[in-house]
């Protein structure tokens, strides 16, 4: 059972991913996510891509306040804490009601969300096997 963002989840995610979405002439997307405060990680971050040849989930490094010239640009930022994301992926919280708390931030042309519903929605239907194998570590309050 693979832990909530360690690297053994998001090369699971990666495959999942991979295989729900069939190389196709696919509108881009580009979607990363940053998640402070994982136990045992600090802040992760990752990206999940879909286009014309199909998806891909990538870990990037730290976030040093530059983007790289080799990625692409991203559509859309999705930045939160641990505790939030581990709310939303369980199910425990609405992503619309963590967004109008401020638990949850986006950035970027949030429309292009709303364009790829369709795809965002296989992909949730997806990852349910592996979210239902998922374990969650819990953060340690010093």
């Known amino acids: 059972m693979p832990e909530f963002l360690s690297e053994i989840w998001l090369r699971e995610l990666d495959r999942v991913v991979r295989d729900a979405v069939p190389a196709s002439a696919l509108t881009p997307l580009v979607i990363e996510q940053v998640v402070s405060g994982v136990p045992g990680r600090g802040e992760v971050r990752y990206r999940l891509e879909v286009g014309d040849a199909g998806a891909s989930v990538t870990e990037l490094g730290p976030a040093d306040g530059t983007e790289s010239d080799a990625l692409p640009p991203f559509d859309v930022r999705l930045t939160t804490d641990y505790p939030t994301a581990v709310a939303i992926s369980r199910g425990r919280e609405n992503a619309q009601i963590a967004l109008s708390r401020g638990r949850l931030r986006l950035g970027g042309n949030v429309d292009a969300l709303v364009r790829?519903?369709?795809?965002?929605a296989a992909l949730d239907d997806a990852t349910a096997e592996l979210r239902a194998t998922?374990?969650?570590?819990?953060?340690s309050r010093s």
């Open 134 to 139: 998922t374990t969650y570590p819990s953060v």
């Open 116 to 120: 790829r519903s369709d795809v965002l």
